[in-house]
């Protein structure tokens, strides 16, 4: 089994930043893809950004040229910088990786964009 943790969420104010990790543990041999999404009240869950094993990313075309994706793959770490937070970006955000067949989640973060 694998495990995600995320940290990083909370209350932000429009036009600030805020930066997310997600560490995963347990049986990790070969991680194809790690990603986040995120889901507001509501509303489907989203795909964020995902990033390959080889460093090649994707984004959601809502967040490109304001959050930057990005992983450590020594210690299994994903992170998602956020900037020029939107109200609109107010959502819980969910880490999630691919290793072979199997798709993994984490619990979620709430991320918060208010005045």
């Known amino acids: 089994q694998v495990q995600l943790v995320e940290s990083g969420g909370g209350l932000v104010q429009p036009g600030g930043s805020l930066r997310l990790s997600c560490a995963a543990s347990?049986?990790?041999?070969?991680?194809?893809?790690m990603g986040w999404y995120r889901q507001a009240p509501g509303k489907e869950r989203e795909l964020v950004a995902v990033?390959?094993?080889?460093?090649?990313?994707n984004y959601a075309d809502s967040v490109k040229g304001r959050f930057t994706i990005s992983r450590d793959n020594a210690k299994n770490t994903v992170y998602l910088q956020m900037n020029s937070l939107k109200p609109e970006d107010t959502a819980v955000y969910y880490c999630?990786?691919?290793?072979?067949?199997?798709?993994?989640w984490g619990q979620g973060t709430q991320v918060t964009v208010s005045s």
């Open positions: 347990g049986s990790i041999f070969s991680i194809n893809d």
């Open positions: 999630t990786l691919q290793q072979r067949s199997a798709r993994y």
């Open positions: 990033i390959g094993n080889v460093g090649n990313t």
